[in-house]
DNA sequence: GTTTAGATCGACTAATCACTCTACAAAGAT
DNA sequence: ATCTTTGTAGAGTGATTAGTCGATCTAAAC
């Protein structure tokens, strides 16, 4: 067999499910019936996976961000000022974000609901490598805000309100880039 | 009778324990029962205000507004500058979202949730005030950044930020002060 | 004093939902 | 071929919940 095994696919067909109808409905708006159902599983199948609706939807959760963490990359390609890879890293964020934006929301609204003090601390750690930037680059003086934990704040805030706006107002593909590359110049002239 | 007449009290009341179930279980963990139980009123007397759950969630989010917006006045205080106005309205807003975490805590949640698309239109536009100043300030070069939607959004976003990382590390009402006042003059720098 | 309109109560209901259970199928392993 | 494990299905269940309803209370109006 050249693909995956059918379980695997079953239980990505669930994240799937969930994650259209968690950012459509709500958690609570959105029965586990319907995303067996939206997934074209049984509801007993949901329950072989997850044994919990939480579960799921923590589940859900740790997927989207080990996804993100595919794309974040903190390591020196060549050259690279600390400025450049920050820049690098921003800009493949903010284009996740755009190219994902069901991910977003979902994490978006996870963040803020009390389901976030559910995550086991080791998932909610490992995305680490943004502050371990910040750190460098304060260490190396080219970032002049401190502590790291509130940079590493105002980084992913900038973020969100950067896809929120690209979101709303719909830009040509050229406008777009140009707004995004303006951004983490903004981003920069405030932390340096 | 020197204090209001009960059917305030009782809708106060009914707000009060829903702000507080809201955030601390998040909207489908917390049931109209147990809303009503904690408010010390029926549970009928609760669908005699709001006709269903939702309603009540969007009653409450208004509720929010409006009071956020009584902290929030951008008429010049006599020789104010556009800075100066925005930077007394930016110390207020935090202090207010110090001052009332539960408030804040649920707003955030509301807004990334699908709740906010059921929210009448008049409700949600009422807190132009502040892109109004975005105009002004873009209009007296004061500010450099345009449009004033991203403006608003990095406004916003900054603000949150400061938010969480000021309840995340507890500091003394000094130190506090002090990252308050800075913050305003980083993101002023990086508008200006 | 009587009327009237709204406030309050809490038992009740109809529907829903998370989750279970049992039966069966698929596929390795030996 | 047989056994074992794992996946899948979907009907079923017990608990929960949003919302209803009619009775009672309160207080203001006349």
Redesign the interface.
């Known amino acids: 067999m050249i693909s995956r095994s059918k379980q695997v696919d079953k239980q990505k067909d669930i994240l799937a499910a969930a994650l259209k109808l968690f950012?459509?409905?709500?958690?609570?708006?959105t029965p586990t019936s319907k995303i067996a159902q939206e997934a074209g599983v049984a509801n007993g199948t949901l329950f072989h996976y997850y044994k919990t609706k939480d579960e799921l939807i923590i589940a859900l959760y740790a997927d989207i961000k080990t996804k993100l963490s595919f794309c974040i990359d903190i390591k020196p390609n060549g050259q690279e000022s600390i400025k450049d890879i920050a820049r690098r890293n921003y800009i493949s964020a903010i284009n996740w974000s755009l190219e994902n934006p069901s991910e977003f929301?979902f994490t978006?609204?996870f963040i803020?609901?009390?389901?976030l003090a559910l995550v086991p601390p080791q998932i909610q750690e490992q995305s680490s490598a943004l502050l371990d930037l910040v750190k460098e680059g304060i260490r190396a003086k080219e970032i002049k805000?401190t502590?790291p934990?509130?940079v590493a704040?105002?980084l992913?805030?900038?973020l969100?309100?950067?896809h929120?706006?690209l979101t709303?107002?719909k830009l040509s593909q050229a406008r777009q880039k140009q707004?995004i590359a303006d951004s983490f110049e903004?981003?920069w002239?405030?932390l340096s």
Do not use: W
């Open positions: 950012t459509e409905y709500g958690f609570h708006g929301r978006q609204q803020t609901s009390p389901y805000v502590p934990e509130y704040e105002l992913n805030s900038h969100s309100a950067v929120q706006y709303r107002a707004v903004l981003l002239k405030m």
